[in-house]
């Protein structure tokens, strides 16, 4: 089992910054490829970005590309979502996810954080 835990939500006026926090449990993480996603009120949840095992691929959404970045620090078993230039549609829950696989951006991911909120005002 890996429990995953975020951190780093908060409230930020638009134009500013945050960066999110995935604490993963579990000696295996660094086989795991890790993602973040959002949902919104009313609205699906969505993907936002996604990590491989290694760090050494990434890829993301066309709404954030060019102003989140996400990465991982496999010895202390955490990945990170870098926000720049938050724009309030940006506001919603934000979840990570991981799952043991190579593959890049996988159609499932077996485990989920509780989700942290971002609130971005204008």
């Known amino acids: 089992q890996v429990q995953l835990v975020e951190s780093g939500g908060g409230l930020v006026q638009a134009g500013g910054s945050l960066r999110l926090s995935c604490a993963a449990s579990g000696r295996t993480f660094s086989n795991y490829a890790m993602g973040w996603f959002r949902q919104a009120p009313g609205k699906e949840r969505e993907f936002v970005a996604a990590?491989?095992?290694?760090?050494?691929?990434?890829t993301y959404a066309d709404s954030v590309k060019g102003r989140f970045t996400i990465s991982r620090d496999n010895a202390k078993n955490t990945v990170y979502l870098q926000m720049n230039s938050l724009k309030p549609e940006d506001t919603a829950v934000y979840y990570c996810a991981g799952t043991s696989t190579t593959v890049l951006r996988p159609s499932r991911y077996d485990y989920w954080g509780q989700g942290t909120q971002v609130t971005v005002s204008a």
């Open positions: 990590i491989n095992w290694s760090g050494g691929r990434t």
